[in-house]
């Protein structure tokens, strides 16, 4: 299904240019024609009228004016202030829905500046930008199934999305919005042991990111638990139980569970200090 009406996205940056390049693609592409983007500086949304095809400009108001979706990709300190600048112009006096990526920032605070707009928030994260990413959604008080199936499909030629109660929002931050950092960190280490033991840079690198792409399949495609999985491959006496014991002699499961609960506590706040 197509959307209809014209897209406004606010703050073309690593988010917005993912979810702009995702409305140009996919079965139903949204015309160039109907979609908007600003950002702040005026060089900057020349280059990316250029390279997207889309027109970028620097004015909120005018873009939004006759969207029917705003999709707002800014700063999370920046959001409200922003949404309360256009409601203030009367730029949302038609009720566009105001589909909101910005972390730490809630349903509530963004009905609370929005006037009558329905309101969805979703959690992406950068895989979106070459279609892999996975995108949570919630709606807000006023917004109903139709704005979350928009929501959807905005987001889905940019990977998978799925529906949660927004309490687990923080939570969702820290595992899969924060997520691939952690996993570039574990890339990055394994390769570092393969150029230790020997092997080239470059083959280091292609082997351990394609290690955890093919044992992340094997989770989702088998759906078993990853601690079966594990055993599968642990012989006995063998190297990789041997490997796991050096892992587990550095505290890996409680490392990588407290990153994702130091993410979440941080991403509660991020909302908060508004500029
Ligand atoms: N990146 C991620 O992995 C990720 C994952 C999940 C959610 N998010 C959320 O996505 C949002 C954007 O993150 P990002 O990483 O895409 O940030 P970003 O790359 O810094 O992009 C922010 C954009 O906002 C523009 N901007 C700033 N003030 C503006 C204004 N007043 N009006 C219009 N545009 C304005 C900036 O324009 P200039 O370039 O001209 O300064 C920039 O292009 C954040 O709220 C974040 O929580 C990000």
């Given at each position: 299904m197509s959307i209809d009406g014209r897209v406004a996205v606010l703050g073309v940056g690593t988010m917005g240019e993912a979810i702009l390049k995702g409305l140009r693609s996919?079965?139903?592409?949204?015309?160039?024609?109907?979609?908007?983007?600003?950002?702040?500086?005026?060089?900057?949304?020349?280059?990316?009228?250029?390279?997207?095809?889309?027109?970028?400009?620097?004015?909120?108001?005018?873009?939004?004016?006759?969207?029917?979706?705003?999709?707002?990709?800014?700063?999370?300190?920046?959001?409200?202030?922003?949404?309360?600048?256009?409601?203030?112009?009367?730029?949302?006096?038609?009720?566009?829905?105001?589909?909101?990526?910005?972390?730490?920032?809630?349903?509530?605070?963004?009905?609370?500046?929005?006037g009558k707009s329905p309101v969805v928030r979703a959690m992406p994260n950068t895989p979106c930008a070459i279609g892999k990413g996975t995108t949570v959604l919630t709606g807000g008080a006023r917004a109903k199934k139709k704005h979350l199936q928009t929501a959807h499909r905005i987001f889905q030629p940019l990977g998978e999305s799925?529906?949660?109660?927004?309490?687990?929002?923080?939570?969702?931050?820290?595992?899969?919005?924060?997520?691939?950092?952690?996993?570039?960190?574990?890339?990055?280490?394994?390769?570092?042991?393969?150029?230790?033991?020997?092997?080239?840079?470059?083959?280091?690198?292609?082997?351990a990111a394609r290690t955890l792409l093919g044992a992340s399949e094997m989770v989702l495609a088998?759906?078993?638990?990853?601690?079966?999985?594990?055993?599968?491959?642990?012989?006995?006496?063998?190297?990789?139980?041997?490997?796991?014991?050096?892992?587990e002699d550095g505290r890996i499961r409680s490392t990588l569970a407290r990153a994702v609960e130091k993410a979440a506590a941080c991403a509660a706040g991020l909302g908060n200090s508004e500029r």
């Open positions: 996919g079965d139903h592409p949204v015309p160039a024609s109907r979609l908007r983007g600003t950002v702040r500086g005026k060089s900057r949304a020349q280059e990316l009228t250029r390279r997207l095809r889309v027109r970028i400009g620097t004015d909120n108001v005018h873009a939004v004016r006759e969207a029917s979706v705003v999709v707002v990709c800014l700063k999370p300190m920046n959001v409200l202030r922003v949404l309360r600048e256009l409601a203030e112009a009367g730029a949302l006096e038609h009720a566009p829905l105001v589909l909101s990526v910005a972390a730490g920032v809630s349903t509530q605070a963004l009905e609370s500046v929005v799925l529906e949660l109660d927004e309490k687990h929002f923080d939570t969702v931050t820290g595992l899969s919005g924060s997520g691939p950092a952690f996993a570039y960190l574990m890339v990055e280490s394994l390769a570092d042991g393969g150029v230790m033991m020997g092997l080239p840079r470059d083959v280091a690198v292609r082997l088998t759906g078993s638990h990853p601690a079966a999985l594990k055993d599968d491959v642990t012989t006995p006496a063998g190297c990789t139980i041997a490997g796991i014991l050096a892992l």
